[in-house]
């Protein structure tokens, strides 16, 4: 493999988020979306599914984060399963909060923000739905379905129509699926092409949408192609969060081996990226000043 790109195996950590009160986003994030609270204490809360962590939460906010900063538009948890999504898209009926709900095709979302402001996607991926993918010569994208029908990719998901693969029984699971992971973080962003200078050509993603048309850009890695996004639908209208808002703090790269931390190390140096190491950990930051850390698996 080439070791300038990421390896397939690559995948996205645990995601830290910075919020203004942690009892109030508990409600969101444990009580309605079903997290497990894995560990807290008065500054923090650890939340996850299947005994790993998924998200932790951070006190010390002083503001929401506003609509159309830059800075995390959201952080995409995927189920492995339809019947996960219903059961979410049941307890978020429940809870009464104001959620919304997508189809984009290559998979079906649920969106809901929690007090902090932070953005939240609860995904089912359906790759199996697309044809094709069509980039007219003016960067609009097309998303072509099997039964060669054109989407947008943004329609509305029939809710009530995930909630019948629930069934009559009226059983809701109260908890996140334990297969449930990290799939993708989506920001907002000034500069995507600057981003994607770093994103692809230093830590070695794959690019996938790059349209400025569109309004997003995105990079994953051979088996998942959309891990880290960044849009620009703000245009005009995006600014900088304010001074102590909630919002990200960072998010974590899992890489498959110390062989392929190494390389990454030494692109970063060549591109003169301040970075830190420590043993088998990469702290760094993305040229909008996004932090993320780069871990082995397993560690």
């Given at each position: 493999?080439?070791e300038?790109?990421?390896?397939?195996?690559?995948?996205l950590?645990?995601?830290?988020?910075?919020?203004t009160d942690?009892?109030?986003?508990?409600?969101v994030?444990?009580?309605?979306?079903?997290?497990a609270?894995?560990?807290e204490?008065?500054?923090?809360?650890e939340?996850?599914?299947?005994?790993?962590?998924l998200?932790?939460?951070?006190?010390g906010?002083?503001?929401?984060?506003?609509?159309?900063?830059?800075?995390?538009?959201h952080?995409?948890i995927?189920?492995?399963s339809?019947r996960?999504?219903?059961?979410?898209?049941?307890?978020?009926?429940?809870?009464?909060?104001?959620?919304s709900?997508q189809?984009?095709?290559?998979?079906?979302?649920?969106?809901?923000?929690?007090?902090?402001?932070n953005?939240?996607?609860?995904c089912?991926?359906?790759?199996?739905?697309?044809?094709?993918?069509e980039?007219?010569p003016?960067?609009?994208?097309?998303?072509?379905?099997t039964?060669?029908s054109?989407?947008?990719?943004?329609?509305p998901?029939?809710v009530s129509?995930l909630?019948?693969?629930l069934g009559?029984?009226?059983?809701i699971?109260?908890?996140?699926?334990?297969?449930?992971f990290?799939?993708?973080?989506h920001l907002r962003a000034?500069?995507?092409?600057m981003?994607?200078?770093f994103?692809?050509g230093?830590?070695?993603?794959?690019?996938?949408?790059?349209?400025?048309?569109?309004?997003?850009?995105?990079c994953?890695?051979?088996r998942?192609?959309?891990?880290?996004?960044?849009?620009?639908?703000?245009?005009?209208?995006?600014?900088?969060?304010?001074?102590?808002?909630?919002?990200?703090d960072?998010?974590?790269?899992e890489?498959?081996?110390?062989?392929e931390?190494?390389?990454?190390e030494?692109?970063?140096?060549?591109a003169?990226t301040?970075?830190?190491?420590?043993?088998?950990?990469i702290?760094?930051?993305?040229?909008?000043?996004n932090?993320?850390?780069?871990?082995?698996?397993g560690?």
């Open positions: 493999m080439d300038r790109l990421l390896s397939p195996v690559t995948r950590g645990p995601v830290h988020l910075r919020v942690v009892p109030a986003d508990l409600n994030w444990r009580d309605a979306l079903g997290l609270l894995l560990g204490d008065a500054n923090m809360a939340l996850g599914a299947g005994g790993r962590t998200i932790v939460l951070h006190a906010a002083e503001a929401p984060l506003p609509q159309k900063s830059r800075d995390l538009f952080v995409a995927h189920t492995t339809r996960d999504l219903a059961h979410t898209a049941a307890r978020l009926k429940a809870s009464g909060l104001r959620y709900a189809d984009h095709l290559i998979s079906e979302s649920l969106y809901v923000s929690d007090p902090s402001g953005g939240i996607e609860i089912f991926d359906t790759p199996e739905r697309l044809l094709r993918r980039v007219s003016n960067g609009r994208v097309a998303l072509i379905a039964d060669g054109a989407h947008s990719g943004i329609e998901l029939d129509g909630l019948r693969d009559n029984s009226g059983n699971e109260p908890k996140m699926a334990q297969d449930a990290i799939g993708h973080i000034r500069a995507p092409e981003l994607m200078k994103y692809l230093v830590l070695g993603f794959r690019p996938h949408i790059q349209s400025r048309t569109f309004g997003m850009f995105d994953g890695t051979e998942r192609t959309h891990m880290v996004a960044f849009n620009i639908w703000a245009r005009d209208d995006l600014r900088e969060p304010p001074p102590g808002a909630a919002g990200l960072h998010f974590t790269i890489l498959g081996s110390v062989q931390l190494d390389a990454v030494r692109r970063l140096k060549a003169d301040p970075m830190k190491r420590d043993g088998r950990v702290s760094t930051a993305d040229p909008e000043g932090r993320l850390r780069l871990v082995v698996q560690d």
